[in-house]
């Protein structure tokens, strides 16, 4: 039990659309310069949850990876006081445990205790975590919130009575904002966890006619 994956706590959208009622005197300058509309929706929202997983089956339940993570009890939340830290670690990576260690079968031979006394498992799952669930819980963080403005104008041209040609210019993303993706949270992935591996797409501008009638 716990937040839904989409779930995005605080959400701002503003969306708004313009056209000027301009008259420069003459049909012409009318055509050309007149009749454009300004359009834009704004974006602003808060990140989505994050869930830590355990990343090997360390409750041998045949769920595989997607059990949640054990956590020692440290915060695992953290301020950056700059954009390059927060994505190379978005959160306190020393907060989670790493339910995996180093079976020696060497070392094993003949020792029927060595599990025990080491701590591992042939399966490279520490026993003293083999068969319990992870006690973090389903989205306890959020990750990067996201600040995104869609931007187009648009103008008619007028041929006679039933004709129309539109021209649209759309920019998406159209302050080139970084939007970043959550950041990888599954204990074993080694220096991966823990860091920001990707984001949206920045500014994307297209153009188009359309012809009406």
Not at 6 to 13: E, K, L, M, S
Not at 43 to 67: E, K, M, N, Y
Not at 126 to 134: A, H, I, M, P
Not at 185 to 213: E, N, Y
Request: glycine share 12%; net charge neutral.
């Amino acid at each position: 039990r716990g937040r839904s994956d989409w779930d995005q706590r605080n959400a701002f959208v503003a969306s708004w659309l313009y056209t000027p009622r301009l008259n420069f005197g003459t049909h012409t300058l009318n055509t050309l310069l007149g009749g454009w509309t300004f359009t834009g929706i704004t974006t602003i929202q808060s990140g989505l949850p994050i869930t830590f997983l355990s990343g090997p089956d360390v409750a041998i339940d045949g769920t595989g990876g997607s059990q949640h993570a054990f956590t020692n009890g440290q915060t695992i939340g953290r301020s950056h006081s700059s954009r390059a830290e927060m994505a190379n670690q978005f959160f306190n990576t020393g907060a989670l445990i790493d339910p995996t260690c180093s079976y020696d079968p060497a070392a094993a031979l003949g020792n029927p205790q060595y599990i025990e006394q080491n701590n591992c498992t042939t399966d490279g799952i520490k026993y003293s975590y083999l068969g319990t669930y992870g006690n973090t819980g389903r989205g306890i963080l959020s990750g990067p919130g996201r600040s995104n403005t869609d931007f187009s104008i648009l103008k008619d041209f007028a041929f006679k009575d039933r004709y129309k040609m539109q021209f649209r210019s759309e920019f998406f993303n159209v302050f080139n904002q970084v939007n970043f993706n959550i950041p990888d949270s599954t204990v074993t992935d080694g220096s991966a966890f823990g860091t920001i591996r990707g984001a949206s797409a920045g500014r994307v501008i297209q153009f188009a006619l359309k012809f009406l009638w």
